[in-house]
């Protein structure tokens, strides 16, 4: 798959990978952590999560802007990986209950302004190691390729959150549970004497406080779990630091593999020896590539819209509507290191099926199956090479108990896990098409990808009709009862469809930004598609702004209807896109 590819892909791939672990590490708690600290209602967490994210993607505008027109792609990717560190670092500092907000804003603000200098400019240094004849037929198979250390980067860091937030959990003599935050704070603002379930607030709390070995005055404890819990994610953010860290050394230490990529057209335009290098466009030109583009980010607001409800509302009807623990089968899924030996597993019967692969490939390929099934196995049963049980619960062998406990959080890593392991087979998948002549334009693969994210909706609207009578406004912000909580699998299902929808659109539009951009506006036009998927994050509060008041299955309905219907806008134009763009 890297082959045929400049070495600077390689670069800016693991450059953007330690970025991207840091944030999706700090995202896969963050309503999470408002929720619990500051007792934000769902609809109020949504809201700064909307918000939060659109600047985040808004940024890049001043970013590509900057870069076009000042100091070049190489300095504004520099100076933003600077300023997204000493956000994390502000994020990091652990502050009591209910304090701390203006640090907390602050920092946000200053992630999102490192992150306008880095992610845009990033991605049009990549298209531009492809402007190179030898390249430029590999340029959307790059994308693919840049897009998957994206999510690697994004798989480990649910779970590296959790690890992080529960051992601060464990050492302070507590473990999580998703129930107490609200609870705890419904006691703190004198509303023990609420009902919930048949008994009231205070009756609840009591037995999960003794549940975490606590035994006393239960104001103490609600403030004590939350200082906790809020200190155990103010470390989780941390880790976004040292992985900075990491793209810094890569990004500045290889930096002579993409140094030829790094030259904007105003430099061109003050250097004699590049003037010859730069591509004149006519005003027709210039005007339809922009209309194309306009449409392409106007359709993708609805996409991200309904995407990044992913760090939103569904991760808060994982943790409100979804059962808290599994058997050791399907705990599987929860359990990253337990499920990457099955993934690579099957990974190499691609490789052994693959009919040019030579006999000494299929044979390593054929070991690799044999030893990550072996490793899938002990993992699951918890055996060791000898067939005795392991009962140290740190050990890889140490397997899975009959009901497994799981954070809310760990859903989030489905939709970087399925992005690695699906983007060989979609990259195979256009490959054939292209071979047969038959590969659709990428406005038209944006146009499918719609529709695939509205089938993903459809699947968590039939899964919340067995949860009518249990909306977010009838269990007000309290976890539901335990016998209507739904299986995982409702969820997990959703985000695989909404990754064959996220392969279809993402990688594929920022390929065709880098392709279609007039020259003299690359880094614009990248924070351009960037902008969009900002309004579409700021679309997130919007629509979370109908959490409290509709049935679930009308709430993602709402995302089924503007999918389809901005699905149905693109294949309305599409003749027009695709003649501005030959």
């Known amino acids: 798959m890297l082959k045929n590819h400049p070495k600077g892909l390689l670069v800016a791939f693991f450059a953007n990978m330690g970025e991207r672990f840091g944030y999706y590490t700090m995202l896969a708690i963050f309503t999470l952590f408002l929720q619990a600290k500051y007792g934000y209602t769902a609809a109020g967490a949504t809201q700064i999560f909307g918000i939060f994210l659109a600047f985040v993607y808004f940024m890049p505008l001043i970013g590509g802007i900057l ?3 000042v100091f070049g792609y190489g300095k504004t990717i520099s100076m ?3 300023v997204m ?3 994390y670092i502000l994020l990091a500092i652990p502050t009591p209950m209910d304090g701390g907000k203006v640090l907390i804003f602050t920092a946000l603000a200053v992630i999102s302004l490192g992150t306008g200098l880095f992610k845009g400019n990033l991605q049009a240094l990549v298209g531009n190691l492809y402007d190179d004849p030898k390249y430029s037929k590999n340029r959307d198979i790059a994308f693919n390729i840049f897009y998957m250390g994206i999510n690697i ?4 860091a649910p779970t590296a959150a959790d690890a992080v937030s529960n051992w601060i959990l464990n050492k302070k003599g507590f473990f999580y549970n998703a129930d107490i935050p609200a609870l705890a704070h419904k006691f703190l603002e004198n509303k023990g004497h609420e009902i919930i379930d048949g008994v009231t607030v205070s009756e609840k709390l009591t037995s999960l406080a003794a549940q975490q070995g606590y035994v006393g005055d239960l104001t103490n404890f609600s403030t004590t779990y939350i200082n906790t819990l809020s200190e155990s994610y103010h470390w989780a953010f941390g880790v976004a630091c040292i992985s900075l860290i990491a793209s810094m050394i890569i990004f500045w230490g290889f930096k002579k593999y993409y140094k030829s990529a790094d030259i904007t057209e105003t430099q061109k335009a003050k250097d004699v020896n590049l003037k010859s290098q730069m591509v ?12 194309a583009l306009g449409m392409v980010f106007f359709v993708v607001i609805f996409f991200w819209m309904a995407f990044h409800q992913n760090g939103a509302a569904m991760t808060i009807f994982a943790r409100d509507y979804t059962v808290g623990q599994v058997g050791k089968y399907t705990n599987i899924w929860f ?7 099955i993934a690579l597993a099957l990974g190499s019967i691609y490789f052994i099926l693959k009919p040019r692969s030579s006999v000494k490939y299929k044979i390593i ?9 072996l490793l899938a196995i002990l993992r699951i049963e918890g055996l060791s090479f000898f067939g005795i049980e392991n009962s140290n619960p740190d050990s890889f062998f140490a397997g899975y108990k009959e009901m497994n406990p799981f954070t809310p959080q760990k859903f989030q890593h489905f939709n970087p896990f399925f992005i690695v392991a699906l983007t060989p087979i979609i990259v195979s998948f256009f490959a054939y098409l292209a071979k047969k002549g038959k590969e659709p334009s990428a406005p038209r693969k944006i146009g499918i990808g719609m529709i695939i994210t509205a089938i993903g909706f459809i699947v968590l609207a039939i899964g919340s009709l067995q949860l009518i009578g249990y909306s977010p406004k009838e269990i007000d912000e309290v976890r539901a009862p335990a016998e209507v909580l739904i299986s995982p699998y409702w969820l997990i299902n959703t985000y ?8 279809f659109l993402s990688p594929m539009g920022i390929s065709f930004v880098s392709k279609v951009a007039p020259p003299k506006y690359k880094g614009l036009m990248q924070g351009g598609w960037l902008a969009a998927t900002a309004i579409g994050n700021y679309g997130v509060g919007i629509i979370g702004i109908f959490w409290n008041k509709l049935p679930l299955w009308a709430f993602w309905g709402i995302l089924v209807v503007c999918c389809l219907l901005s699905a149905i806008f693109i294949f309305s134009i599409m003749r027009k896109l695709e003649e501005a763009t030959r």
Request: glycine share 8%; net charge negative.
């Open 280 to 291: 004149e466009l006519t005003p027709k030109q210039i005007k339809d590539r922009l209309y």
């Open 335 to 341: 359990d990253l290191f337990g499920l990457l030996p």
């Open 67 to 69: 870069a076009d027109k």
């Open 496 to 503: 695989f469809i909404l990754t064959i929808a996220e392969l």
């Open 80 to 82: 933003g990986l600077v």
């Open 153 to 156: 980067g994004a798989m480990f």
């Open 365 to 373: 390929a054929l070991v690799s199956f044999i030893v990550f099934s």
């Open 85 to 87: 560190f000493l956000g």
